[in-house]
């Protein structure tokens, strides 16, 4: 009994035992898939290594969408969603003086992402489905104060109206 909690103990230390403890953000009625991750147009690092700063974007906004998505849909039914396009708000700009790059917030620079979902029934028709781009024009002019301290808050608050947008119950 004691080997077999040791062994547990240690799959789950190292995150080696799938499925042992299910994150409390993850949802099983929400599906996402980030298509040709190194073609999108915008998710770049200001400064710290690419990949990670990648990866933790998509990270954080799977997450979001993990969250949000069963608000806005019925509970017997399932999203599949297919990223195909990523652009953060703001532009990243070299900076000589330090040679640390920035990313700029300007209003000409908005989020946009490149989404694709099917929305399924409990029996697995599809209800509706739908490729666009989604854009926020005015991204930086409306107070998202429940999102500021977040570093990705422009682009869930364009989500977050997307989101109640298509799926109004």
Avoid: C
Avoid at 100 to 122: F, G, S, T
Wanted: overall charge positive.
């Amino acid at each position: 009994m004691n080997k077999i909690l040791a062994v547990m103990l240690v799959a789950l230390a190292t995150g080696s035992a799938q499925g042992a403890i299910k994150d409390k953000y993850i949802s099983d009625a929400v599906s996402v898939t980030w298509q040709n991750t190194e073609d999108y147009r915008d998710v770049r690092t200001a400064n710290g290594i690419k990949k990670r700063y990648q990866q933790r974007v998509f990270d954080q906004l799977e997450r979001y969408l993990h969250q949000e998505i069963p608000k806005v849909i019925l509970e017997d039914q399932t999203i599949k969603l297919t990223i195909h396009n990523l652009d953060l708000a703001g532009d990243v700009l070299p900076m000589y003086i330090d040679h640390q790059d920035i990313r700029v917030i300007k209003n000409i620079y908005p989020p946009m992402i490149d989404i694709e979902y099917q929305l399924l029934a409990a029996d697995g028709s599809v209800i509706k489905s739908k490729r666009e781009k989604v854009r926020d024009i005015g991204f930086n002019l409306g107070s998202h104060a429940s999102l500021r301290h977040d570093n990705l808050h422009y682009e869930k608050a364009m989500l977050k109206k997307w989101l109640r947008k298509q799926f109004k119950s």
